[in-house]
């Protein structure tokens, strides 16, 4: 089964900045179905991207997500204070799900 | 408007069996590229997978994590029901039901999320 990488594990930034979360997958992502969603403490999970790339309803565009094979990235540009959560990547494959161990992103 | 909304104990016994229930509505259980998976948190970790059923009825659990896991669901009633065997403290933790979809060619993923609910396990 599929490991999901993470990095970095914590991510300190200011308002406006921009934040580069990474996610690396021990095996090819099968057609890029790789996820990314929002937890903030309290909270159900928030769908933020499926597909590597599409955006779920709702999501603002400072939101983007790219990259292909095992490398994939989550960009939030114009960081905002209510960014400040816990990101994981998501994946299934072989009839398995797996997330990332996350990142925590902290806005000063 | 689809929700998911889960119930069970607050506190179960080390070796007791933990009955979760996820109550379900605005989709079918039975029909459409859609399915219900459980995860949970630990105190302070990730999340978790543990198991998931599809509307066709397929099933899988994360058996390398955690055995004795069994979930079944009753479309009558619209809810899923995940049961843990002899749970242990390191079972602890938030555990949410979450709807899965695949009808758009762009993965398996979890759209819409119950608020979770906590279990202690701690004799």
């Known amino acids: 089964e599929s490991v999901l990488t993470q990095s970095p594990g914590t991510l300190s930034l200011s308002p406006g900045e921009r934040a580069t979360l990474s996610c690396r997958a021990s095996r090819g992502v099968r057609s890029n179905y790789l996820a990314w969603y929002q937890h903030k403490r309290g909270q159900a999970p928030r769908l933020l991207i499926s597909g590597a790339s599409s955006r779920a309803t709702g999501v603002p565009d400072r939101f983007s997500g790219s990259g292909s094979g095992t490398d994939f990235t989550l960009t939030i540009s114009r960081l905002e204070p209510e960014d400040s959560a816990m990101y994981f990547c998501?994946?299934?494959?072989?009839?398995?799900?797996?997330f990332g161990q996350g990142t925590r992103l902290e806005i000063k | 408007q689809v929700t998911l909304k889960e119930s069970g104990p607050v506190l179960v016994k080390p070796t007791e069996t933990l009955t979760l229930t996820c109550a379900v509505s605005?989709?079918?259980?039975?029909?459409?590229?859609?399915?219900v998976s459980w995860v949970r948190q630990p105190p302070g970790k990730a999340l978790e997978w543990l198991a998931h059923?599809?509307?066709?009825?397929?099933?899988s659990y994360y058996t390398s994590l955690r055995s004795g896991l069994t979930i079944s669901k009753d479309p009558s009633h619209g809810q899923v029901v995940l049961r843990m065997a002899n749970v242990d403290p390191v079972d602890t933790g938030t555990y949410y039901c979450?709807?899965?979809?695949?009808?758009?060619?762009?993965?398996?993923?979890?759209?819409?999320w119950g608020q979770g609910t906590p279990v202690t396990v701690s004799s």
């Open positions: 998501h994946q299934y494959g072989s009839s398995f799900f797996v």
């Open positions: 605005g989709f079918s259980l039975t029909s459409g590229k859609t399915g």
């Open positions: 059923i599809f509307s066709s009825d397929d099933k």
């Open positions: 979450a709807r899965i979809f695949y009808g758009d060619r762009k993965g398996f993923y979890f759209d819409y």
